[in-house]
C-alpha cells in the first residue's frame, strides 16, 4: 500500500485562509491585473472516498463472517475481497463509542463517559462534544470532501435536540453537509421519528415501512446524487443503521426464515458459535469457551414455554439482523457501480459494542421498563408471542442470548472490562490497496484509531487548530500499516476501559479486568465502592477468550496494571468514578441543562411536534394540570390534541368521535383510559385533565379528572405511574401524534379534525394541597 504520508500533507490550522487577490488593482478591471478567482478546497491527489458503516449493538459471535448464527453475506463478501480484524474493540456503549470513532480521542477525552441520557457536569462525562476534538467529518469536508451521516445521532446533548436549537452539536454542526436519520439511542424502526437534516420527516404512508431500508435508500440516494454532480470529488459517508438496537422490529417475511433456527437454545449456541469460529480461523484453535456469566441461567433449567418464547425472541432478533446487512449490501452495491470505485475505502464495523442484555434475564416487551427498573415476567410475554418483531412492542431478547452472540467472551455491552462489552468484529475492503484479499489481522486495536487511520490514507494532516480552537492530541493510533503487513506487531501497547466503574486496563499482551454491575441487575447498592472491586488477570497472547485469570499466580503483574489504569483514567478524564444506575436517567435530578428552567407552566400551539423530553416540562412524580382550547366542526369530529411519549409509555389527550379521552401509558404495561359519556358539540371548547399526585415517592399513583368546561366528565385512579422517563425515544405533539402511537383505539398520525388554540401544561409540587 502507498503510504499517503508521502504527500506533501495539508494544513495543520483549518479553515484555511480566506481569499485573497494577489495582483495589482487599478482604478478599473482595465488597468488591474487579470481576476484570479477562488478556487474550492481540493482533497489530496488520489484520496479514497470512505464509507464507514456502523451497527448497533452487535456481539462477536452474532454474525456469520464471525462464526455467529445470523446470516452476513454483505459482510462475507467484503471479508473476501478485504481483511478481517478479530482484536478491534469499542467502549462498551453507543454514544461513547461513536464519540470516540468520529474523533480519535478517547470517550472521556471526548466527555462522553455514557449516552447523553445519563450526563452529569464532570468534564469526562457531560456528553457536550468539546470543541477541541474536532470530528473527522469536519476535517474531512474543510479538506475538500463531500460527508454525509444516515441514520442514528447519539452524541448531540438532549437539551439541545428541541427547534429552539442550538444545532452547532447536531450532525451538520459536527462537519456532516447532510444529516438523515434519528437523534437518540435507539428507534421504533415502524413509526421512527426522523430529521432531514435539521427538519423533522413526515411520517411514511407506506404499508410496508421499514426504518432499515429508509436508511439504506437514503444512503444509497445521497452517494449517487453528489457523485453524479461531482464525480471527481472524494466522498466520506457514514452510516449507522439503528439495528441491531432495541427494539427488535422486522418484517414478517425476513422472521419466517429463521422459523425453528434456534430451538436448541443458547448454550448450545455458544459451543456451535465457537467451533464454527475455530474453522473459520477468526479465533484461535485452542480457545476456550468462558462460563457462563454470573446470573445467567442454563437454556435446559427453562420451562418448555420459556424456551419456546425465548426462542422465538432469538428467530425475530435474527431476522433483524440478516436485513440489515442485506440492506448495507445494497448500499454497497450502490457505492460499486459508481467510478473510481476501486479507490473507495469500505470500513464495517458490526458493533458499537457487544450484544445488549437489556432486555434483563426474562426477556422485554417494552425496553423502557428496563430504564425505569422494572423487570418483567416471560409468561406476560409469552402471551403475545406472535406479535413479536411488529408495531405494537419495543421487544428486546433476553440477556443470555446477549451472551451467546458475544462468543466465547464472557459478559455483554455495558461491561467494558471485558470483551464480550468491547471486542467488535471490523472488515475493511479497499480493492485499489488491499492484496492480501480474505485475510485476517491480529493487532490489537480501539475505534479511536479508527480517524488517525483515514487521515493517513486520505493524505490530510490532523490540524493542531479547527475553527479557532487548539485541538486536542488525537489519542488513536494508525493500523493502515496493518493493511499489507498481516504480522506486524500492534502499535497500540496500552488502552484503559471504563463504562459505569466496569474496568479494565490493556498493556502490552495483558488485560486486568474489574467488572462491577451485570447488566441484567440494573439497581445499585448505595454502599458499594470501586474499593473492592474484584480484579482479574489475563495473558491474552495464551487465552483468546478471557476464560483464565491469573490474578492468583500474578498479583505483582496485577498490581502493575492497576496502577496504570489509575494513571490512565487522570490522565483521560475518567475521574471521578460514578456508579449510580437508573436513577441518572433523571434530568431534573442530575440538574442537567433544560430550556424549562424555574418554569412551572407552558403554553403550545398547533405545530408543536417532537418536543424532546429535555425541553418539556416535567410531569413525572407530581401533580400537573393540561389545559386546551379548542374549537370544533362538528360532533364527530376527533383527532389527538396533545401527547407525551408514544408505545413504550407517555400519555394522550384526544377526542375520539367526539369523545374526550385521556389515556396513561403505563410502560406499554397497562392503559388506563378515562372518556366522556357524550361528544363535544360544534363550537368552542375548553378540555382539560388534571392529576393530583399522591406523593411518598417515585412511581406513585393518584387521581385523574377530565372536563369539559370545568364539568367533570370522567375521573379515577392511576396506581402507578412513570417514575423516570415516558419514552426513550418520542417527544410531546400538538394536534397529532408523531411516532409511535400511545394506545391503540386510533389511526396515526391522527391528525386532529378541530381547530386548537392553545393547550397550557402546568405542574405544581409533588403533592397537590
Not at 439495528?243 to 417475511?253: L, M
Not at 485476517?440 to 493542531?464: K, S
Not at 501497547?493 to 498493556?507: A, K, P, S, V
Request: net charge negative; with cysteine.
Amino acid at each position: 500500500m502507498k503510504v499517503r504520508t508521502e504527500l506533501p500533507g495539508t494544513p495543520e490550522i483549518l479553515p484555511q485562509p480566506d481569499f485573497h487577490f494577489r495582483g495589482e488593482v487599478g482604478r478599473t478591471y482595465q488597468d488591474s491585473d487579470p481576476a484570479q478567482f477562488p478556487q474550492p478546497v481540493q482533497p489530496p491527489k488520489g484520496a479514497p472516498n470512505v464509507v464507514l458503516i456502523l451497527l448497533d449493538d452487535v456481539g462477536f459471535g452474532q454474525f456469520s463472517t464471525f462464526g455467529g448464527g445470523v446470516p452476513s453475506p454483505t459482510m462475507d463478501r467484503l471479508a473476501a475481497e478485504g481483511l478481517r480484524y478479530n482484536h478491534f474493540h469499542t467502549t462498551a456503549l453507543c454514544s461513547p463509542t461513536r464519540a470516540a470513532l468520529i474523533t480519535g480521542r478517547n470517550h472521556h477525552s471526548a466527555s462522553f463517559a455514557g449516552i447523553t441520557e445519563l450526563a452529569t457536569g464532570y468534564d469526562g462525562y457531560c456528553c457536550v462534544l468539546p470543541r477541541s476534538c474536532g470530528t473527522v467529518g469536519e476535517v474531512l469536508r474543510q479538506n475538500g470532501y463531500m460527508t454525509a451521516w444516515i441514520g442514528k445521532n447519539h452524541n448531540t446533548p438532549t437539551w439541545e435536540l428541541s427547534a429552539a436549537g442550538p444545532y452547532d452539536r447536531w450532525a451538520n454542526g459536527l462537519g456532516f453537509d447532510y444529516f438523515y436519520g434519528f437523534n437518540a439511542g435507539d428507534m421504533n424502526h415502524w413509526n421512527p421519528l426522523l430529521f432531514e437534516n435539521r427538519d423533522l420527516v413526515p411520517a411514511s404512508d407506506d404499508p410496508e415501512y421499514h426504518l432499515t431500508e429508509d436508511l439504506a435508500d437514503k444512503a444509497i440516494a445521497w452517494v449517487r446524487k453528489v457523485k453524479s454532480i461531482a464525480p471527481d470529488k472524494p466522498y466520506f459517508l457514514y452510516v449507522a443503521p439503528g439495528a441491531t438496537h432495541a427494539p427488535h422490529q422486522a418484517p414478517q417475511s425476513w422472521i419466517d426464515q429463521f422459523k425453528g433456527r434456534f430451538d436448541h437454545g443458547w448454550d448450545a449456541y455458544r459451543e456451535q458459535t465457537l467451533a464454527r469460529q475455530k474453522k473459520l480461523g477468526v479465533v484461535p484453535d485452542d480457545t476456550d469457551l468462558t462460563e457462563r456469566s454470573r446470573g445467567l441461567p442454563a437454556w435446559d433449567s427453562l420451562e418448555p414455554d420459556q424456551r419456546r418464547l425465548y426462542a422465538r425472541m432469538m428467530e425475530v432478533f435474527a431476522a433483524y439482523g440478516a436485513q440489515v446487512d442485506a440492506a448495507m449490501g445494497r448500499v454497497i452495491d450502490a457505492v460499486k457501480a459508481l467510478p473510481d470505485a476501486d479507490n473507495t475505502l469500505i470500513i464495517y464495523i458490526a458493533g458499537d459494542n457487544g450484544s445488549s442484555a437489556e432486555g434483563g434475564l426474562e426477556g422485554s416487551l417494552n425496553e423502557n421498563l428496563f430504564f425505569n427498573g422494572f423487570p418483567e415476567k416471560w409468561e406476560d410475554n409469552l402471551r403475545v408471542i406472535d406479535e413479536l418483531g411488529g408495531p405494537k412492542h419495543f421487544n428486546h431478547f433476553p440477556s443470555s442470548w446477549a451472551h451467546a452472540m458475544n462468543t466465547p467472551f464472557q459478559w455483554t455491552k455495558q461491561v467494558a472490562s471485558h470483551f464480550g462489552g468491547t471486542r467488535n468484529p471490523m472488515i475493511i475492503s479497499w480493492p485499489a490497496q488491499i492484496t492480501d484479499k480474505g485475510g485476517l489481522r491480529e493487532q490489537f486495536l480501539h475505534v479511536i484509531d479508527i480517524v488517525p487511520t483515514l487521515y493517513e490514507v486520505c493524505g490530510i494532516t490532523a490540524p493542531r487548530e479547527l475553527n479557532g480552537v487548539q485541538q486536542k492530541d488525537i489519542e488513536g493510533v494508525s493500523f493502515a500499516f496493518s493493511f499489507d503487513q498481516a504480522d506486524a506487531e500492534s502499535r497500540r501497547r496500552t488502552q484503559y476501559f471504563e463504562l459505569g466503574c466496569n474496568r479494565g486496563l490493556y498493556h502490552d499482551g495483558w488485560m486486568a479486568s474489574a467488572p462491577s454491575f451485570a447488566p441484567w441487575e440494573p439497581n445499585r447498592a448505595d454502599d458499594w465502592t470501586p474499593d473492592k472491586q474484584v480484579w482479574e488477570l489475563y495473558k491474552l497472547d495464551e487465552d483468546f477468550s478471557q476464560a483464565h485469570d491469573l490474578a492468583q499466580q500474578n498479583p505483582e503483574k496485577l498490581r502493575q496494571l492497576q496502577d496504570l489504569w489509575w494513571a490512565e483514567a487522570s490522565k483521560y478524564s475518567v475521574l471521578p468514578l460514578d456508579w449510580r444506575g437508573t436513577i441518572r436517567m433523571n434530568a431534573e435530578a442530575m440538574g442537567r441543562p433544560s430550556l424549562v428552567g424555574d418554569r412551572t407552566k407552558a403554553t403550545y400551539y398547533p405545530g408543536m411536534l417532537a418536543l424532546p423530553d429535555a425541553a418539556c416540562l416535567p410531569m413525572l412524580n407530581k401533580s400537573w394540570t393540561i389545559t386546551a382550547q379548542i374549537e370544533l366542526p362538528n360532533d364527530t369530529a376527533e383527532g389527538m390534541i396533545i401527547t407525551h411519549g408514544g408505545s413504550e409509555g407517555g400519555y394522550g389527550l384526544y377526542l375520539k368521535a367526539g369523545r374526550p379521552t385521556f389515556v396513561y401509558n403505563y410502560l406499554g404495561v397497562e392503559r388506563p383510559s378515562f372518556s366522556g359519556d357524550t361528544p363535544l358539540g360544534k363550537g368552542k371548547a375548553t378540555l382539560g385533565v388534571r392529576f393530583d399526585y399522591d406523593g411518598g415517592g417515585m412511581g406513585k399513583g393518584g387521581t385523574v379528572t377530565l372536563t369539559v368546561n370545568g364539568d367533570t366528565v370522567a375521573s379515577g385512579r392511576l396506581e402507578r405511574t412513570v417514575p423516570i422517563q415516558f419514552s426513550i425515544t418520542e417527544g410531546l405533539d400538538v394536534g397529532m401524534d408523531n411516532g409511535s402511537a400511545v394506545d391503540w383505539t386510533y389511526r396515526l398520525p391522527f391528525h386532529f379534525t378541530g381547530r386548537i388554540e392553545e393547550v397550557t401544561v402546568e405542574v405544581f409540587a409533588e403533592k397537590r394541597g
